[in-house]
């Protein structure tokens, strides 16, 4: 008898393997990011909001804002698109993986919006105060 092959129905529900990948890398990039391994004047420090991996672990999406809000967010995404070689280099040598994935890097605008709206409802807020 031969062993059984695990189908998607036999996995845990809504658990993939991409999704541990990502935490994976976007903890390896944090590691690498913090310890000033990207010498780009360029790359100054960022939150990682997001990192999505495709089901065939090639590519990896990296949303990402400067910390604080500080930053130019043009020019940090300029140097991490240089660094991208080094950083996949730096995730092999941190994690277990038959092909690492392409980084892809972008800004997350996201984060804008809801400071945006944030700000907008406490002007209502305030107007409401004022009015009532």
Do not use: Y
């Amino acid at each position: 008898m031969g062993r059984r092959r695990r189908t998607a129905a036999h996995r845990a529900p809504g658990f993939r393997r991409a999704d541990r990948v990502a935490g994976e890398v976007r903890a390896a990039l944090v590691e690498v990011l913090q310890a000033g391994g990207v010498h780009d004047p360029r790359v100054t420090a960022v939150t990682l909001t997001a990192v999505r991996v495709s089901d065939d672990l090639r590519h990896a999406w990296i949303d990402f804002v400067p910390l604080g809000g500080e930053g130019d967010a043009a020019a940090i995404l300029e140097g991490l698109e240089a660094a991208s070689g080094f950083l996949r280099r730096q995730i092999g040598l941190r994690l277990r993986l038959k092909v690492l994935p392409a980084l892809h890097f972008s800004v997350d605008e996201r984060i804008d919006d809801a400071v945006r709206l944030a700000a907008l409802l406490e002007r209502m807020e305030e107007q409401r105060g004022e009015d009532g």
